[in-house]
Antibody, heavy 116, light 106 residues
Framework: EVQLVESGGGLVQPGGSLRLSCAAS????????MVWLRQAPGRGLEWVAT????????YYVDSLKGRFTISRDNAKNSLYLQIHSLRAEDTAVYYC?????????WGQGTLVTVSS | DIQMTQSPSTLSASVGDRVTITCRAS?????LAWHQQRPGKAPRLLIY???YLESGVPSRFSGSGSGTEFTLTINSLQPDDFATYSC?????????FGQGTKVDLK
């Protein structure tokens, strides 16, 4: 069974940094493009970033470029999202997902709350 | 960026009803996907490439459309189907989603 389990969320002060992790299992992680998305409370879904199977191609939504970095460790079957200079509007559930065409498997999400 | 606009935002229906949700793209796209999200749960892919059902998705779900107008239809709504449905274009980056359509009980 394909599984994606996010971790690393929590309460962070404005201006802080955070690294989210996603542990993948049940498929060949090193062959798969991977994606981060988010959903602010009461809002719609938002694509954040995508990386190719090797980690040497990344795509970001323009509004987050520079503060967000997607990366992966294929030896550990893990995907990461590093976030800097956190703002209140970054408060959201962050989802890790597998790309097969589009997002075809979602993790359960991890909540990031940015507040003082 | 390609803007995706869904209608309606909320749809009240009864078990057994046929419901249709529309998604319009600001530019022509080759295809889109539909995701379902039950309250408090992660989204789930229902349909990709406009009309292809993801494995395990019941056949009462169907998708159609082309260009800038697309629809999701649920034939004979079931209790499990009360959820929020979001269209998503992956024709080009940045991927964008509609704002969602909540299907609730009439």
């Amino acid at each position: 069974e394909v599984q994606l389990v996010e971790s690393g969320g929590g309460l962070v002060q404005p201006g802080g940094s955070l690294r989210l992790s996603c542990a993948a299992s049940g498929f060949t992680f090193s062959d798969s493009w991977m994606v981060w998305l988010r959903q602010a409370p009461g809002r719609g879904l938002e694509w954040v970033a995508t990386t190719n199977q090797h980690g040497n191609e990344q795509y970001y939504v323009d509004s987050l470029k520079g503060r967000f970095t997607i990366s992966r460790d294929n030896a550990k079957n893990s995907l990461y999202l590093q976030i800097h200079s956190l703002r209140a509007e970054d408060t959201a559930v962050y989802y890790c997902a597998k790309k097969g065409g589009t997002v075809n498997v979602w993790g359960q999400g991890t909540l990031v709350t940015v507040s003082s | 960026d390609i803007q995706m606009t869904q209608s309606p935002s909320t749809l009240s229906a009864s078990v057994g009803d046929r419901v249709t949700i529309t998604c319009r793209a600001s530019h022509a796209i080759d295809w889109l996907a539909w995701h379902q999200q039950r309250p408090g749960k992660a989204p789930r892919l229902l349909i990709y490439r406009t009309s292809y059902l993801e494995s395990g998705v019941p056949s009462r779900f169907s998708g159609s459309g082309s260009g800038t107008e697309f629809t999701l239809t649920i034939n004979s709504l079931q209790p499990d189907d009360f959820a929020t449905y979001s269209c998503q274009q992956y024709h080009s980056y940045p991927w964008t989603f509609g704002q969602g359509t909540k299907v609730d009980l009439k």
